[in-house]
Structures are given as C-alpha cells and as structure tokens.
C-alpha cells in the first residue's frame, strides 16, 4: 500500500513538472546576431570585435563574426551577408565596404526578415534601422584643423585617401577639403587614392612626396594608410618638415607621435562602435526597436605629443584590453 501511494505521488510529481513547462516557465530565447566588418586583422576591427563580444556576453546572444581579407573586398562581404542569413542570423550589424556596392545583399537581408544595423561605414540601404559611428565629415574638418592650429604660415596638403567608395572616407575628405578651403591660408598640392594597405599606402606616399616636394602637410583617413604614411615620411626622413594627422590608435602610429613622424591622430571608440551595435541588434530582436535612434555619433578626439600621457590621451589610445 504505502508503495503504491509513493508511485502515485510520484507520477502526480511529474505530472505537474512536465504540465509546468509551457511558455511561461521556458528558458530564454537565445538570438542569433552576425557581425561583418570590412577586415579582421587591423587593431580598429580587434577593439570592434572587443566591444561586440562583450554586449553579445551581457545580452546572451550567440555572435559570429566575420570580414573579408581587404578592406576593398564588397564581394566577399556580399557573400558573408547571404551566409548569415542561410545560417539563420536574426540581426546582422555590419561595416560596408562599398555603400553603394552592398546595398543591394543588405536590401535582400532585410527583406527576408533580419533586423540591421549599420557601424562605422554607411551602406545604402533603407533597411538599417540605427547607424553607429564616428561624424565623418566632422571627423574630417577636425583632422585638417588639428593641423592649421599647429602649422604657422601657409599650408602645402598632401590628401592619402582610401576606396573610394567607402562612404566614411569620401565623408572625412570631403569634411578636411571643406575646412582647408575656408581656412584661406592652405592649399591642396595633391591627392592619392591608396589601397587598405600599410605596405602599399607608404609608397603611394613615397611617390606623392617625390611629385610634390612642397607639401608640409599629410592628411590620411584610417589605420592602415596612416600606418603607411608615418613610415613614408621616416623613409624619407622627413618628419621635421612635414606635419602628418592620421586616423586611429596604432603600436606604429603611437610610436610615431613619440619619435616625430606623426603630429596628431584622429581617434575614434570603436569599442563603443562594436558594442552599442550589438546592444542595439538585441534592442531590435526583443521588442524595443522603437527606443534607437537613427544615427549615434561615437566619441571623437585629437591625441598629440601635449597630451598623449595625459589621462584622456591614454583613454583614448588604450581603451581596452583588445584580447
């Protein structure tokens, strides 16, 4: 008898779990988020992914991330979006490398369900419901005066730009050209358009200096041309008369702003970039799309030899432990 009683209180126990178990008490839907950038293997990206990692932690979201090899490489970042989707991302956060040549994977992406949302660099897309980044024309005038505050007399330009049709480079030149020319006092001697290459940037910039022996000012636009051209400008051991402004922290360019071959760097958060677009990837999957807003502009600054030591500068090179 009392064996029978503990078998029935048993199954009576079961029961109840197994009638318990409905939605209400199920665990958490744990979303899937893509995260495809122009390249995996520059610092910039490293601190992206940094940051991405660490929301997709705090949200419990599976994250993937991927980037082609170049930064010139719309193809294969046309593929990667395709993939997510065949993989089943439900929010894809993405870095175009051609706004307009994207467009059209980002377009079918949305169409067939998933949520987007742009860091970085812009794609032309109606679909992206938040763009997170750096102002880049802003960003642009800010490097062009960080040089006509610090360079007396009149300014000789050297412009090394990168693919041109990255929406976030034409956006920076375009802000620099802008605010030389109301400057009155500086004058554009020439422009390159590089590759997303160190290697490649410092001579491109080699035969710029050798064209145009009158520039005393370099302008480049991202990490890895400003790479290039801080080593340009060493080859050719002319640091004294020649002020460079460069984009984004880097082991080279750091050195550079010690050792005289670059004067300012222009150093965006792309921790901040990384992780504000996952967080808001998880924002859209969860109901609360209607809390983004269009555009978040990321913090911007100058870090020069006055205050690369400083407790700001430090910040800003060092944000974060990139592994």
Same mark, same amino acid.
């Given at each position: 008898?009392r064996?029978?009683?503990?078998?029935?209180?048993?199954?009576?126990?079961?029961?109840?779990?197994?009638?318990?178990?409905?939605?209400?008490?199920?665990?958490?839907?744990?979303?899937?988020?893509?995260?495809?950038?122009?390249?995996?293997?520059?610092?910039?990206?490293?601190?992206?992914?940094?940051?991405?990692?660490a929301?997709?932690?705090?949200?419990?979201?599976d994250?993937?991330?991927?980037g082609?090899?170049?930064e010139?490489?719309?193809?294969?970042?046309?593929?990667?979006?395709?993939?997510?989707v065949?993989?089943?991302?439900?929010?894809?956060?993405?870095?175009?490398?051609?706004?307009?040549?994207?467009?059209?994977a980002?377009?079918?992406?949305?169409?067939?369900?998933?949520?987007i949302?742009?860091? /970085?660099?812009?794609?032309?897309?109606?679909?992206?419901?938040?763009? @997170?980044?750096?102002?880049?024309?802003?960003?642009?005038?800010?490097?062009?005066?960080?040089?006509?505050?610090?360079?007396?007399?009149?300014l000789?330009?050297? @412009?090394?730009?990168?693919?041109?049709?990255?929406?976030?480079?034409q956006?920076?030149?375009?802000?620099?050209? /802008?605010?030389?020319?109301?400057?009155?006092?500086?004058?554009?001697?020439?422009?390159?358009?590089?590759?997303?290459?160190?290697?490649?940037?410092?001579?491109?910039?080699?035969?710029?200096?050798?064209?145009?022996?009158?520039?005393?000012?370099l302008?480049?636009?991202?990490?890895?041309?400003?790479?290039?051209? !801080?080593? !340009?400008?060493?080859?050719?051991?002319?640091?004294d008369?020649?002020?460079?402004?460069?984009?984004?922290?880097?082991?080279?360019?750091?050195?550079?702003?010690?050792?005289?071959?670059?004067?300012?760097?222009?150093?965006?958060?792309?921790?901040?970039?990384?992780?504000?677009?996952?967080?808001?990837?998880?924002?859209?999957?969860?109901?609360?799309?209607?809390?983004?807003?269009?555009?978040?502009?990321?913090?911007?600054?100058?870090?020069?030899?006055?205050?690369?030591?400083?407790?700001?500068?430090?910040?800003?090179?060092?944000?974060?432990?990139?592994?």
């Amino acid at each position: 008898m009392r064996r029978s009683k503990y078998l029935a209180l048993c199954g009576a126990l079961l029961l109840s779990c197994l009638c318990g178990c409905g939605p209400d008490t199920a665990l958490p839907v744990r979303h899937s988020v893509a995260l495809i950038v122009k390249s995996n293997d520059s610092e910039f990206f490293m601190s992206v992914f940094a940051g991405a990692r660490a929301a997709a932690t705090e949200y419990n979201l599976d994250l993937t991330i991927a980037g082609p090899e170049t930064e010139e490489d719309y193809e294969t970042q046309n593929w990667m979006i395709d993939q997510a989707v065949e993989d089943g991302a439900e929010a894809i956060v993405f870095s175009a490398v051609g706004y307009e040549e994207n467009a059209a994977a980002i377009d079918a992406a949305a169409e067939s369900g998933v949520h987007i949302v742009s860091i /970085d660099s812009g794609v032309g897309s109606d679909y992206v419901s938040s763009y @997170i980044g750096t102002d880049n024309y802003a960003a642009g005038k800010m490097a062009a005066q960080a040089a006509l505050e610090r360079v007396e007399g009149a300014l000789r330009v050297g @412009i090394v730009n990168y693919n041109e049709g990255t929406a976030n480079g034409q956006e920076r030149v375009q802000g620099a050209v /802008d605010a030389l020319e109301e400057s009155g006092r500086a004058q554009i001697a020439a422009v390159t358009t590089t590759l997303v290459d160190a290697p490649r940037a410092q001579t491109d910039t080699i035969a710029l200096l050798l064209d145009h022996p009158e520039i005393n000012v370099l302008i480049a636009f991202n990490e890895p041309t400003s790479v290039g051209v !801080a080593r !340009a400008i060493q080859v050719l051991k002319r640091s004294d008369d020649i002020f460079f402004v460069g984009f984004d922290s880097n082991v080279v360019t750091i050195d550079g702003l010690q050792n005289g071959c670059v004067d300012a760097l222009i150093v965006q958060n792309p921790y901040a970039m990384g992780y504000l677009g996952v967080e808001s990837a998880y924002k859209l999957l969860t109901g609360q799309g209607g809390s983004l807003e269009p555009v978040v502009d990321t913090s911007t600054q100058i870090v020069d030899r006055e205050n690369i030591f400083t407790m700001d500068g430090q910040k800003a090179l060092f944000a974060f432990d990139q592994y």
